[in-house]
């Protein structure tokens, strides 16, 4: 059937901030259905919260609106838009549930938006488990036992009629976010009532465990005329009980025999043709006794999701692109391949290599939590490696993850708890894997390891080999080894490291060793046929192979393709953590463009599968690999760059630098010579000296003496962290000699041989960030960002506003004249970042960061000035004085925008939910409007918690400490003119009746019930703010104050926690209340 | 298996157009001849290689990792297979599956099928593609590789009558 001309506007939703469970996968997926579509000659409108992703780029659709993920918002741009049609499966569960709510309020009926791709009554089949399980019945299939619980009562009399441990998953939530398994009736009661809260309709699902058995995803699509393919089928190592976003896992399936495949294969497509997904991607789960084979349906996805970009990237089909075409009525049969341009999309691809996917975790950043994987997903990001066989991928995923841990603990073995080895194995975390393969390393049986793990024979067996060539390896030194050996070892995917550890040599040794025997990797090509046709994207992983030993050279074992275009490499940023996301892929995918449009062949290097970066056609050429020494050097061999962009990828790229220039990289951007200067912290404050430019104060120390005495010399409160950090690693606050002791206790162990730092800490300082590009010669900032919390909360942690709100215009003309100075005398070729502290009218540079911050896509979007791509053909040697660039800043702009971090507290209880120097959210958001208070609101909508907008709400609390006391007396008249209701503690009571403003006067957290825990639990307050004291406050106040934000977090009650953030929020509320915050297109500012 | 950790004796893989792999044994010792043909796909090994459609052919599998789940009764298609040999990548000596009666190493020796694995499948696959069907030796007692070029190319102008 060709396109739909019924058809002119379609909406597109994406899926608000990155969150455990829902990243960037769908930038990646939203922004191909945007260009697929748009492609097709459709008007796209696209609503999105987040502005860090490549999809709200006004280039990408028509008209780009990044408001809320609300119903009142996305109906206001249904009305002033009048969409055609909507496809909601692009933008995760986000994205169906607001087509599900939009559907409910009666507005697409309302404007007559036609859902396409997936209808409402499909979702509610595919998420809602009741339906679901009745559909499958119908068709013959097999749910997991179980049933559903609306309250405590209803769980207890289910688990009656089972047997624990018992599976409890509650409905439409993120990532089977809130589910969990129980072993007995406490920990039932525990999850379902957390489950219960977190479900959007009260209600938990609670069902037979299907603990140790195989799970298996397929990724099926199917046309309007029924036509369905399986694009991939997914094997999870870690048995059934581990969330599939927290294991490692392997596309193909491998140890699933062909009529084991084919009949999940039908089941899936049986499955999305009884849900009544009419065309587009799905994702199914199922599990399979590894005993007998007996399959049970787990759920289904109506939509593109992690799996399917994983499956994407794993077998070059672009699904969401796909998706797209055949929501408006293509079929699969009229959409050609695009990389063989040989035939259609209408078969399963094939594919001849092994993909692993690996998940990337941050429990460190949230001490206190449990780092047990369970169905809950905790992951906070991934990696995935290709390669010929599973040893070789499955140790390129390892050594992707960037955690130190390439050798599985063999050059480490202070990582296994000796005493706790046994839960080492069985109990799967993180670093559950290490544990298996030094398990085998002690020579337990494969028997035994499968009985305590569930973990299939197969994968184990894969393992034993690996540890068997340790052991190859510790038996011969390098001179010992001969070509066929050396091939043999790096086919297992040893990296030269791990090679250059067991035999005893260096790094440099192995991979010289290496080079004379002509052990090098093949460029391999991902191109949806196994080979069967010519491939027509670059789309590249590396493989170790033996070469035919005669005739070789009518074998085409090397795909590399030769042009004569210069060449660029940009090194992106690996796996998303905390601190380093989807910012630094937004970068480098701009600085694939610019550098493409700018005559040069970009070739991108990443291991992120959730990407832009990592489409096939963003870049010229794209090479899935890990992003070490060893890798990014061999694809320097292969492709012969005139420059290496390391300086857009956040901080895995910055630190390969150094060690590139030395092995004779050309370096673009940025030399690591003043990378060094503006790390290194001595030199960098030489620098300032002579600059003229103030800093706090510092020292560094290596003992707890040394500190001790910085610390009486500087004086308290103390900035303290280690040296080269990114996303504030390690970073706190101390306030007196036994926080800074346990600190350096701490410390030491998260980063050995390294210096700690001391600086002043500049107590109610407002916090800037400078973004911009110099060239040596000319230096243009692109945007002034004004932290909304004061000094000392991470600035990735911190909302912000641009243009700052705040600022008198002689300090911004200083910050401006400072940063000029300070860039040009750094040597900055390229994209940087300062952040500035003003404290009492004194500006006091913090830091520089010689390379693109986590702020750009903010920036870019706030002022229309697109840095990253500037940065990037300043680094290809163009100057900015002919670039022809907007004014500095976007010039007089009559909008405000603001940025709101979004905190992943609610996935690890037991964390402390305190902010401070040390970053910890995983997203953010941003809400544009013509006054800073709106903009404000919205990003506060955005990030859905919502605003009190309603004195019947609930009461507002509020307890400042005593330099507060006095300017909050004008925040709570504003409220009580509104017709709020105050609370407060006896002494800010006090201070309010004091001024006039009635307050009851309510015990503390830590006094005798009923306080102001219980009245936060409860429901009766829906505002909190509550600055908290600094050194001179007690130790007990400090108590009641982390109390009071972790019940908060519970509860999900605003809280503001600086004074400057309370003004905001009251005038947020203020905003709000006068009616509809409006909305608007970045195109039209 | 990594050529480390086999015991396996070498094999050679001689094409028509006189290009020589060098690998591992797998299956039978000894020697055999036949056109080569791509199979696709980490799994169907056992249906493939005792279909009948490979009566005389050389499978080259194309999936790096062949014989991962072993072998059952069930998914035998012929009682015999009828193929001529097996190309591979990476034999799996340790399979896994709730299915299996044996592993598919054992069950290429009992069924005296000639094989070689540690060959780069992909590329050879790709040279297919290009080159049009090709015939072939794989051999575990001809280990001189001039020698078995020479051999290959004189049997490809009896059979197929194709010149080189």
Not at chain 1, 52 to 81: C, F, G, H, Q
Not at chain 1, 157 to 185: E, H, K, N, Q, W
Not at chain 1, 522 to 541: I, L, Q, R
Request: aromatic content about 6%; glycine content about 8%; proline content about 5%.
């Amino acid at each position: 059937m060709p396109k739909r001309t019924d058809l002119k506007k379609i909406m597109i939703i994406g899926s608000g901030p990155i969150v455990i469970g829902q990243a960037c996968e769908f930038d990646y997926s939203g922004t191909q259905a945007c260009k697929a579509l748009k492609a097709l000659g459709y008007e796209i409108v696209l609503v999105n919260s987040n502005p860090a992703t490549i999809m709200t780029d006004t280039s990408v659709a028509d008209r780009t609106y990044v408001e809320p993920l609300t119903n009142e918002s996305i109906a206001a741009v249904i009305e002033k838009e009048r969409p055609d049609a909507l496809l909601p499966n692009m933008g995760g569960q986000t994205g169906l549930n607001c087509a599900v709510a939009l559907g409910k309020a009666g507005i697409l009926e309302k404007y007559g938006v036609e859902v396409i791709g997936c209808d409402v009554e499909a979702i509610q089949v595919g998420e809602d488990r009741e339906k679901f399980a009745k559909a499958m019945a119908e068709i013959g299939l097999e749910c997991c036992p179980g049933d559903f619980a609306y309250s405590l009562e209803d769980a207890e009399r289910i688990a009656d009629t089972m047997s624990f441990p018992l599976i409890c998953r509650p409905s439409y939530t993120l990532g089977g976010a809130g589910g969990g398994v129980a072993y007995d009736r406490r920990e039932l009661r525990e999850l379902v009532a957390q489950g219960l809260e977190l479900s959007a309709n009260g209600e938990v699902l609670i069902e037979k465990s299907v603990l140790g058995w195989k799970e298996i995803e397929y990724e099926v699509m199917r046309d309007a005329t029924g036509k369905g393919i399986a694009i991939c089928s997914i094997e999870n190592f870690d048995p059934m009980g581990v969330h599939t976003g927290d294991s490692i896992a392997i596309a193909p399936a491998q140890s699933l025999t062909q009529p084991e495949l084919d009949k999940l294969r039908e089941y899936s497509l049986r499955i999305i043709d009884k849900v009544g997904v009419s065309c587009g991607g799905s994702n199914i789960q199922f599990a399979v006794n590894p005993e007998d084979g007996h399959v049970i349906v787990i759920e289904m996805n109506p939509r593109v999701s992690r799996s399917s970009a994983l499956a994407s990237k794993a077998t070059g089909f672009p699904i969401a692109k796909v998706s797209a075409q055949l929501a408006v009525g293509l079929t699969l049969d009229e959409v050609q391949n695009e990389i063989t341009q040989a035939d259609s999309y209408a078969h399963d691809p094939s594919v001849d290599y092994c993909v692993v996917k690996a998940p990337r975790f941050a429990f460190e950043k949230f001490p206190g939590t449990s780092d047990t994987l369970t169905t809950r997903m905790k992951a906070v990001g991934e990696v995935m490696a290709l390669g010929r066989t599973f040893e070789e991928s499955f140790q390129k995923a390892m050594r992707s993850l960037e955690n130190g841990e390439v050798m599985f603990g063999a050059d480490h073995p202070k990582l296994f708890d000796e005493e706790h080895f046994r839960e080492g194995v069985s109990v799967p975390t993180p670093e559950r894997i290490y544990y298996v393969v030094e398990a085998l390393r002690r020579d337990w049986t494969i028997e035994r390891l499968y009985n305590l793990t569930g973990i299939d024979p197969w994968f184990l067996n894969r393992l034993k080999d690996i540890v068997a060539v340790e052991r190859w390896l510790s038996n011969h030194r390098l001179d010992d080894m001969d070509a066929a050996q050396m091939l043999a070892v790096k086919q297992m995917g040893f990296c030269d490291a791990q090679i250059a550890h067991f035999v005893g040599a260096t790094e440099t040794e192995v991979r010289a060793t290496r080079k004379a025997f002509r052990v090098t990797p093949e460029v391999k090509t991902v191109d949806t046929c196994s080979g069967a046709h010519a491939a027509h994207a670059e789309y590249h992983y590396k493989a170790y192979e033996a070469r035919p030993v005669l005739g070789a050279n009518l074998v085409t074992c090397d795909e590399r393709v030769a042009t004569d275009k210069p060449r660029v490499m940009i090194l992106s940023a690996g796996p998303n953590r905390i601190g380093q996301g989807i910012e630094f892929d937004y970068c480098c995918v701009h600085a694939a463009y610019a550098l493409h449009a700018a005559g040069f062949e970009s070739v991108m290097v990443n291991c992120n599968p959730e990407t832009v970066s990592t489409d096939y056609d963003t870049s010229d050429k794209l090479y899935f690999e890990p992003l070490t020494f060893e890798d990014v050097m061999d694809i320097v061999d292969i492709e012969r760059p005139v420059g290496v962009i390391c300086s857009l990828g956040g901080q895995t790229p910055i630190n390969l630098a150094a060690r590139l220039a030395a092995a004779g990289v050309p370096i673009m951007g940025t030399q690591p010579e003043a990378i060094d200067l503006a790390e290194d912290r001595d030199r960098f404050a030489a620098l300032l000296d002579q600059l003229k430019i103030a800093y706090p104060a510092s020292g560094v120390a290596e003992t707890y003496a040394q500190a001790a005495e910085v610390a009486e010399r500087i004086g308290y409160p103390l900035l303290v962290r280690p040296s080269y950090v990114l996303g504030g690693r390690g970073m706190a606050i101390v306030n007196s000699h036994k926080q800074l002791r346990s600190y350096l206790a701490e410390a030491t162990r998260a980063s050995q041989d390294h210096p700690v730092y001391l600086d002043s800490f500049l107590q109610d300082a407002v916090e800037l960030d400078v973004d911009g590009v110099a060239d040596g010669e000319q230096c243009y900032v692109g945007a002034v960002l004004e932290q909304i919390e004061e000094a000392g909360i991470h600035s990735g942690d911190s909302a912000c506003c641009c243009p700052p709100y705040s600022l008198a215009q002689a300090m911004l003309d200083e910050v401006l004249e400072t940063t000029r100075r300070l860039v040009l005398a750094v040597g900055v070729v390229g994209a940087f970042n300062v952040q500035y502290a003003v404290h009492n009218g004194t500006l006091y540079c913090i830091e520089l960061n010689p390379r693109a911050s986590r702020t750009v896509p903010f920036s870019s979007k706030a002022t229309g000035v697109p840095l990253a791509a500037i940065a990037a053909r300043v680094m290809s040697g163009e100057k900015l004085a002919d670039l022809d660039l907007p004014a500095e800043m976007g010039g007089d702009n009559d909008h405000f925008a603001c940025k709101e971090a979004v905190l992943p507290f609610d996935r690890f209880p037991g964390a402390s939910t305190v902010l401070g120097p040390e970053m910890k959210s995983t997203g953010e958001v941003m809400g544009i409007a013509k006054n800073f208070p709106s903009a404000y609101a919205k990003t506060q909508l955005a990030i859905s918690y919502g605003l009190p907008t309603d004195p019947s709400q609930g009461k507002v609390f509020v307890s400042v400490r005593d330099a507060d006391k006095r300017a909050v007396a004008g925040l709570a008249r504003e409220l009580t003119l509104m017709g709020y209701k105050l609370a407060g503690t006896t002494g800010t009571a006090k201070a309010l009746e004091a001024a006039g403003i009635p307050c009851q006067a309510v015990r503390r957290a830590s006094e005798m019930k009923p306080n102001v825990a219980t009245m936060v639990a409860s429901g009766e307050i829906c505002l909190i703010i509550n600055t908290p004291g600094g050194a001179e406050q007690g130790e007990s106040m400090r108590a009641d104050y982390y109390e009071l934000r972790r019940l908060a977090v519970h509860h999900r009650v605003t809280n503001c926690t600086t004074l400057s953030q309370a003004q905001a929020m009251v005038e947020a509320i203020e905003q709000a209340r006068m009616g509809s915050l409006g909305v608007v297109a970045l195109q039209d500012l | 298996m990594n050529p480390l950790l086999s015991n396996q004796p070498k094999a050679l893989l001689a094409l028509a157009d006189g290009v020589v792999f060098e690998g591992l044994s797998v299956g039978a010792a000894g020697e055999t001849t036949g056109e080569l043909v791509r199979q696709d796909g980490a799994s169907g090994y056992q249906e493939a290689i005792s279909s009948p459609d490979a009566e005389d052919k050389v499978l080259v599998f194309t999936y790096p990792q062949i014989g991962n789940y072993g072998v059952n009764p069930d998914d035998q298609v012929l009682d015999r297979p009828v193929l001529a040999g097996v190309v591979m990548r990476d034999l799996c000596y340790t399979p896994s599956s709730f299915r299996l009666t044996g592993d598919l190493p054992s069950y290429l020796r009992k069924n005296g099928i000639v094989g070689i694995e540690g060959v780069d499948t992909r590329a050879l696959a790709m040279h297919l593609r290009d080159a049009g069907p090709l015939a072939a030796i794989i051999s575990t007692v001809d280990l001189d590789p001039a020698s078995l070029a020479r051999r290959a190319q004189a049997l490809n102008a009896t059979t197929e009558g194709r010149e080189i």
